[in-house]
């Protein structure tokens, strides 16, 4: 079955590549409109082609044999907590604004991924928040929905 989803990445990528060379890749000091999804669909291509021969070239690979998939490991629970999450995140983002919206959001991610003890996680989230608003909001000067507490 890893074989299936290499080629299929496999596939994407050269379609990726296609889109962003019609596109314009431009140059590195004035980029063209497919540049960045140029460079993205090549490394998608690498690592998805390295993946596919090691599958061609391993014993597992020969054998039928796989290991247990990422979401196997993680449980279908979490995916769709995950997914519930950055839907409910995407909904709030205008109406709570970027700071408490996302520090719920890193909040409730932390603790499905990871069960933690709570001042760990309340102290990473709050770093995490804190500096990627400083970063894109002072820093970079893109805005953020302020939310109706005005922050």
């Given amino acids: 079955m890893e074989h299936y989803s290499s080629l299929f990445l496999l596939l994407l ?17 004035s980029p063209g ?5 140029f460079w993205g669909g090549a490394v998608i291509f690498i690592t998805s082609a390295i993946h596919f021969v090691s599958l061609l070239v391993s014993k597992r690979g020969r054998q ?3 290991q247990n ?3 196997a490991d993680a449980g ?3 995916v769709v907590y995950v997914i519930a999450a950055l839907l409910i995140y995407s909904i709030f983002f205008d109406i709570v604004g970027y700071i408490l919206c996302t520090f719920f959001l890193l909040f409730f991610l932390l603790t499905v991924i990871e069960a933690r003890r709570w001042y760990i ?15 894109f ?8 929905p302020r939310g109706f507490l005005g922050f």
């Fill in 121 to 135: 996680l309340l102290i990473e989230t709050l770093l995490v928040t804190f500096i990627s608003y400083v970063v």
């Fill in 13 to 29: 990528a050269l379609a990726i590549l296609y889109g962003s060379a019609r596109l314009g890749l431009g140059t590195a000091s």
């Fill in 33 to 37: 409109p497919g540049f960045l999804s």
């Fill in 137 to 144: 909001e002072k820093a970079l000067k893109i805005g953020f």
């Fill in 76 to 78: 279908w629970r979490k």
């Fill in 69 to 71: 998939p990422i979401i």
């Fill in 64 to 66: 039928g044999k796989t």
